[in-house]
């Protein structure tokens, strides 16, 4: 299974506009309960909302193993946390590469004896 992960730079951007956003969300709720209950409502489901996606982008910023947006890396290049976490139900059986064809092991594409990248995929080839 592959995974697009998002890179750390920007979860720790995320994160730091989190923080802008929790601020904003603490500033609207305090002066929105002056005025009216629903506008301070608001204020507090931005807030919750904004907490989230900062603790989020925060831990995918400084976590050995990011949370993937995509399922798209090899396992065995950087092992999803979620799978780790509860378990994998699909086959986790590794599929080892035949080195002795002239085929991509990953795709299928044909390729010549001095690749060393897949024209295809662009993976490594063994």
């Not at 730079?9 to 601020?23: E, L, Y």
């Not at 969300?25 to 009216?36: E, F, K, M, P, Y």
Request: net charge neutral; proline share 8%; hydrophobic share 35%.
């Amino acid at each position: 299974m592959k995974h697009i992960k998002p890179g750390r730079g920007p979860s720790m951007m995320g994160g730091v506009v989190g923080i802008c956003m929790i601020a904003f969300g603490i500033i609207w709720t305090v002066a929105a309960a002056q005025a009216s209950p629903l506008f301070a409502l608001f204020g507090v489901v931005w807030t919750c909302i904004a907490v989230m996606q900062t603790v989020y982008n925060f831990k995918n910023a400084t976590n050995k193993n990011r949370y993937s947006s995509f399922d798209i890396t090899d396992d065995t290049e950087e092992p999803d946390p979620l799978n780790e976490k509860y378990g994998n139900p699909l086959d986790t059986r590794k599929k080892t590469p035949d080195v002795n064809n002239r085929f991509c092991p990953y795709c299928g594409t044909p390729v010549e004896d001095d690749f060393e990248y897949c024209n295809n995929c662009g993976r490594k080839l063994p």
